[in-house]
C-alpha cells in the first residue's frame, strides 16, 4: 500500500465497518507522505495514519526483483495475532489474513520471496512463490527476524542466513538449509 483511503478499512462486519469508520473521523488519511499534525491543529484532527506506517521511516533494506520489476501480488505479513483471531466480535467470522503489524525482512531468490515477519512479529522465515505469493511453506527461527537475510550455497546446499535478536537473544545469525 501507498496510502490509506476509506476504502482500505476493515468491513468484516456492518457494526465493525461502522466503528472504523467512526474512529478515523479524528485522523488525516491520505497519501503515503502525509505531513504530521501538531497537537492542537484547527482542524481537530489528533493525528495522520499512513500506510505503510512512519511514512519515510525504513525498517530494512529493500529487495527487488531484477527479473520481474512490477508489482504481481500482495499479501500481508505474517498470520493474524491471538488478539485477533479471539476477539469476541470476530467470533463467527472467516478472516483473511490480517498480518502481524511488524516490519517483514524480504529477500528475492530465482522462484522464492523468502520473508521473515521481524520485530513484533512471530519468529518464523515464510517461502512465498515468487509469481503468485502463495505460501510454499515456513520454518521457526530462534528470535524474530531483524534487518536483513542473505543466501548462500555451499557443497550444493542452499543456506539462508537470517538476522535475528529478541528479549532472550542478542543479535546473533540463524542460518537454514533448504530441503534438496
Known sequence: MQGLTEDDLIDFTPELRAEALEIVKSYCLGPIFNPPIERGHPSGLRSFVSCPSGASNIFGPTSADPETGEHLWAVPNGDPPERIRNHPALQDVELPNTER?????????????????????????????????????????????????????????????????????????????LPE
Open 101 to 177: 503489524g511488524s516490519h517483514p525482512v524480504t529477500m528475492v531468490t530465482k522462484t522464492l520471496v523468502i520473508t521473515a515477519e521481524g520485530t513484533g512479529g512471530t519468529p518464523r522465515l515464510h517461502a512465498l512463490d515468487k509469481q503468485t505469493g502463495e505460501r510454499l511453506g515456513t520454518a521457526a527461527l530462534p528470535a524474530s527476524g531483524q534487518y536483513g537475510m542473505m543466501g548462500f550455497m555451499h557443497e550444493g546446499q542452499q543456506y539462508i542466513v537470517v538476522q535475528v535478536a529478541g528479549p532472550d537473544l542478542p543479535g546473533s545469525l540463524a542460518a537454514l538449509r
